[in-house]
């Protein structure tokens, strides 16, 4: 049955849609050795957190790309940004032509091991499916997806999930509550790459710290309320890496402690580091007392779990 015209959502009248999505965080990240064809297998638990970008997608007879917001000076409009890469993947996939005008509102740190860019390209994936019509449930939104890298399913999907293989492989686990972060941004990135090569290469000198082992207790910790729990088990295995290459990470994470953060970890490939509030109040005393200490070139509050890629108008 179709709608009657009034009744179509805002969007199919306006020919626009907007998209919010989430960064991530991992809290466990167990990175398995180089494989043969130069992926690592990982054993992740993702969050997804309340630091947003926004796809604004509007129709139009070509496709084209503005970007404003933190970092946007250096980020590609080209095929090398992967929102355009996104609007050419569902394209491919549903025969329509690769038609949208893009706006992205970035507030995610560009290179900070937050996934903002795999955050864009899962936006760009739900606005267009909205703005074309396409219809394509979120479980095939997220196979197309992973074909784009191995963060996006995710942020399709959001909320707290268990990701396999190179990450692509996600299934949601039960989080009892709502969980406080601080979110210490640092200045300029670290590249994804050169950390797991820098973990690979601390591993054949025999210098890396032990594995972080099975994410069964970080599932356990997720199931009660208590963050002090949650903070025993938080476990990144590219954190040595990322202090390697960035080794005034070490005094951002110790400040953290000091302040009295309940724990303190790179996210994902780095730089930015998290640091476990208590609660919301918490988190807010924390980010100050971080901001005064100058470790960080900003500090933002955060909690997860959120919802992923998502509709807004
Ligand atoms: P990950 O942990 O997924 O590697 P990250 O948070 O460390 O991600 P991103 O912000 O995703 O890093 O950016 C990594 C690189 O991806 C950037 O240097 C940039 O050139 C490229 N990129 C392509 N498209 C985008 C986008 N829309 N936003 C941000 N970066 C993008």
């Known amino acids: 049955m179709s709608l009657a015209y009034e009744e179509k959502p805002d969007f199919m009248a306006s020919g626009s849609v907007r998209v919010r999505v989430p960064a991530k965080i991992n809290l466990h990240l167990g990175v398995g050795p180089l494989r043969a064809d130069g992926y690592h297998d990982l054993a992740t638990v993702y969050q997804a957190i309340s630091l947003y970008d926004d796809v604004h997608a509007h129709r139009s007879d070509t496709l084209a790309l503005t970007i404003d917001g933190e970092g946007a000076g250096s980020l590609p409009l080209d095929d090398d940004n992967l929102a355009v890469r996104a609007v050419k993947a569902l394209a491919a996939h549903t025969g329509l032509p690769a038609h949208a005008r893009l706006h992205i509102t970035k507030n995610i740190p560009v290179a900070g091991g937050l996934a903002g860019g795999s955050a864009d390209c899962a936006a760009t994936l739900v606005a267009c499916d909205a703005l074309w019509g396409t219809g394509l449930s979120r479980d095939e939104l997220a196979t197309i997806a992973a074909t784009l890298g191995s963060d996006i399913?995710?942020?399709?999907?959001?909320?707290?999930?268990?990701?396999?293989?190179?990450?692509?492989?996600?299934?949601?686990?039960?989080?009892?509550?709502?969980?406080?972060?601080?979110?210490?941004?640092?200045?300029?990135?670290?590249?994804?790459?050169?950390?797991?090569?820098?973990?690979?290469?601390?591993?054949?000198?025999?210098?890396?710290?032990?594995?972080?082992?099975?994410?069964?207790?970080?599932?356990?910790?997720?199931?009660?309320?208590?963050?002090?729990?949650?903070?025993?088990?938080?476990?990144?295995?590219?954190?040595?890496?990322?202090?390697?290459?960035?080794?005034?990470?070490?005094?951002?994470?110790?400040?953290?402690?000091?302040?009295?953060?309940?724990?303190?970890?790179v996210s994902g490939s780095g730089p930015t580091c998290l640091f476990l509030a208590r609660d919301a109040e918490h988190a807010n005393t924390l980010a100050a007392s971080l901001a005064g200490r100058g470790v960080c070139r900003t500090v933002r509050t955060a909690h997860g779990p959120v919802s992923g890629a998502r509709v807004t108008a």
Do not use: K, M
Not at 159 to 173: C, K, S
Not at 246 to 252: A, G, K
């Open 153 to 265: 399913p995710f942020l399709v999907l959001g909320g707290t999930a268990l990701g396999t293989g190179r990450g692509e492989q996600v299934n949601p686990v039960l989080a009892a509550g709502t969980w406080h972060w601080v979110v210490g941004v640092a200045a300029g990135g670290l590249s994804t790459p050169a950390v797991y090569r820098e973990i690979d290469r601390l591993r054949e000198l025999g210098t890396a710290p032990d594995p972080a082992g099975s994410p069964d207790p970080l599932l356990a910790a997720l199931r009660q309320p208590d963050p002090e729990v949650l903070a025993a088990v938080l476990a990144n295995d590219l954190q040595a890496a990322a202090v390697s290459l960035r080794p005034q990470l070490r005094t951002t994470l110790h400040a953290g402690i000091d302040e009295g953060a309940l724990a303190a970890l």
